[in-house]
């Protein structure tokens, strides 16, 4: 029903920055808040940053200050905003679509993204 499509992964210096775009397609209408999630080798999965409808956004403590999650294009484009990388930064990124507008916890998320590598080194 929803289609999401990632771009903007890649190698980054340290202290570097990337931009990571979201692109939602289908039956967007069902779409509440999205976010951003990543999962590093060897660990689970955690919410990066999350955007409800009408702009409330909530960051990890790890991302707080250092990223930015925006939300434009009718609502279905959805861009992370990397900057200060450091190695942990280092993971597979998921966007992800939920139904409702809590969307912290991965459970809540409907539709995921196919998933794009960040690596970060010097």
């Known amino acids: 029903q929803v289609r999401l499509v990632e771009s903007g992964g890649g190698l980054v210096q340290i202290g570097g920055s990337l931009s990571l775009s979201c692109v939602a397609s289908?039956?967007?209408?069902?779409?509440?808040?999205m976010g951003w999630y990543r999962q590093a080798a060897e660990k689970q999965r955690e919410a990066v940053a999350t955007?409800?409808?009408?702009?409330?956004?909530n960051y990890s403590d790890s991302a707080k200050g250092r990223f930015t999650i925006s939300r434009h294009s009718g609502q279905t484009t959805v861009t992370l905003q990397m900057n200060s990388l450091k190695p942990e930064d280092t993971a597979v990124y998921y966007c992800?679509?939920?139904?409702?507008?809590?969307?912290?916890?991965?459970?809540?998320?409907?539709?995921w993204g196919q998933g794009t590598h960040v690596t970060v080194s010097s």
């Open positions: 992800g679509a939920s139904l409702f507008r809590s969307a912290w916890a991965g459970s809540n998320v409907a539709f």
């Open positions: 955007i409800t409808p009408g702009g409330f956004t």
């Open positions: 289908g039956n967007t209408g069902m779409i509440q808040t």
